[in-house]
């Protein structure tokens, strides 16, 4: 069974950098994508960051050249290092993967992803 757990999340002030982790296990596929969400309460889950396998990378734009994806495939290990954080930035964040990969693309769409960690809270004052 595929699990995700994510790790690093906690309290910063603006400006100010966190790196984010995701321990991947449970599945020995080759073909894969992984991904960041986040979600602020009364909102939907917002892509914020995706990899894929090859490690080509796309970001949203309210995150692009802020934050940075990327991972350990030896170690199953998905990465967000987030620098110049903002108080916007604040929200749970989330780890997801598609197991197996899909070739529909889409990949800072939530709706395309098969596996979900639990969160963890990213906060950011001002």
């Known amino acids: 069974q595929v699990q995700l757990v994510e790790s690093g999340g906690g309290s910063v002030q603006s400006g100010g950098s966190l790196r984010l982790s995701c321990a991947a296990s449970g599945y020995t596929y080759s073909s894969y994508y992984m991904g960041w969400f986040r979600q602020v309460p009364g909102k939907g889950r917002e892509g914020v960051a995706a990899?894929?396998?090859?490690?080509?990378?796309n970001y949203s734009d309210s995150v692009k050249g802020r934050f940075t994806i990327s991972q350990d495939n030896a170690k199953k290990t998905l990465y967000l290092q987030m620098n110049s954080l903002k108080p916007e930035d604040t929200a749970v964040y989330y780890c997801?993967?598609?197991?197996?990969?899909?070739?529909?693309?889409?990949?800072?769409?939530?709706?395309?992803?098969?596996?979900w960690g639990q969160g963890t809270q990213v906060t950011v004052s001002s």
């Open positions: 990899i894929r396998r090859d490690g080509t990378t």
């Open positions: 997801a993967a598609r197991i197996p990969a899909s070739s529909s693309g889409g990949y800072l769409g939530a709706i395309m992803y098969n596996y």
